[in-house]
């Protein structure tokens, strides 16, 4: 089991090699969560590190783009951003992983997206990160 870390500081002082089984760690759950997004993280994936690649590309290069280009399926959508939340609500047990959620996959999400179809599938975590996002970057 990768090394679980609480908080910036703590996450700064690991080393290469703890990032990386973080990282696979965290791609796989990812992977077994919504393997239907498969083709996109391979996309990634397959020119980097294989499963080590580093998750805050995974989430952004494909985790985000896959969920934008599906925000149509309501089934798929309600399951990806459930993870998205159960990722954000462990911040204090999983920084990395809550913090990948929100700068890999929340930032791009509402910063790429032009419309607001997904806010409907945000839980309460997720919400909260959108919009101290959309205020910290525009003031709204």
Not at 44 to 72: C, P, Q, R, Y
Not at 87 to 99: A, C, H, K
Not at 108 to 123: A, F, I, M, S
Not at 135 to 140: E, F, I, L, N, S
């Amino acid at each position: 089991m990768a090394k679980k870390v609480k908080d910036m500081d703590e996450l700064s002082r690991v080393s290469e090699t703890e990032h990386s089984e973080m990282s696979a760690e965290l791609n796989e759950r990812l992977f077994k969560r919504i393997p239907e997004g498969k083709e996109y993280y391979d996309e990634v994936t397959s020119f980097m590190d294989g499963l080590e690649t580093g998750s805050h590309l995974v989430f952004e290069d494909g985790l985000s783009k896959f969920a934008i280009a599906n925000l149509h399926d309501e089934e798929l959508s309600k399951r990806i951003f459930d993870f998205i939340e159960e990722l954000l609500s462990n911040e204090g047990e999983d920084y990395y992983g809550s913090n990948v959620a929100y700068v890999s996959f929340i930032e791009p999400l509402v910063y790429n997206t032009e419309h607001r179809d997904y806010y409907k599938y945000l839980g309460p975590k997720s919400k909260e990160a959108a919009d101290d996002y959309l205020k910290d970057k525009y003031g709204v």
